[in-house]
């Protein structure tokens, strides 16, 4: 689709300029989307522990991580009342209950934030690829214009 004015060597450039910042947009899209995976990782994590600890109940003994693949065991005296981490570094008591519930919302969130990161990152690949597959005719035909001339 060659723009209406412009030179195919002006429209060439033109793709060229909107490929780099659609290519950086593609890399952008997949580092959020990893980000978001690792935070779905972390929160399904935290959801199998709470549901092993309701298993095991009070007094189970634990390992501990404390660093450096390092451990101490510990003895469960309640679990009761859980910290939960809501954002921006603040941290609440819930239940166990409203923990696992909290905990189960944030993961459809963030399943839904990293959906629509795909979707548009599959977007952008489209358009990466007409654009690709536009340069190249225009190359085509500028090596074909200039072997003509």
């Known amino acids: 689709m060659e723009k209406k004015g412009l030179s195919p060597e002006e429209e060439l450039r033109r793709l060229v300029a909107e490929l780099q910042v659609l290519e950086e947009l593609a890399n952008s899209l997949q580092t959020r ?3 978001i995976e690792a935070a779905i990782t972390e ?3 935290a959801q199998r522990t709470l549901e ?3 298993k095991e109940g009070v007094e189970s003994e634990l390992l501990i991580p404390i660093g450096g693949s390092s451990f101490i065991t510990a003895r469960l005296q309640s679990i009761e009342k859980i910290v939960v ?3 921006a570094g603040v941290a609440v008591e819930k239940s166990l209950e409203d923990a696992k519930k909290s905990i189960s ?3 459809a969130t963030m ?3 990293r959906d629509a990161y795909r979707a548009r990152l599959g977007e952008v690949l489209k358009r990466l690829q007409a654009g690709r597959d536009r340069a ?3 190359a085509s035909e500028l090596r074909r214009w200039g072997e003509g001339a």
Do not use: K, M, P
């Open 33 to 35: 989307i990893g980000v």
């Open 43 to 45: 929160l399904r994590t």
């Open 52 to 54: 092993g600890l309701e």
């Open 85 to 87: 981490g809501v954002g």
């Open 105 to 107: 919302e944030r993961i």
């Open 111 to 113: 399943e839904r934030a």
């Open 136 to 138: 190249q005719a225009l």
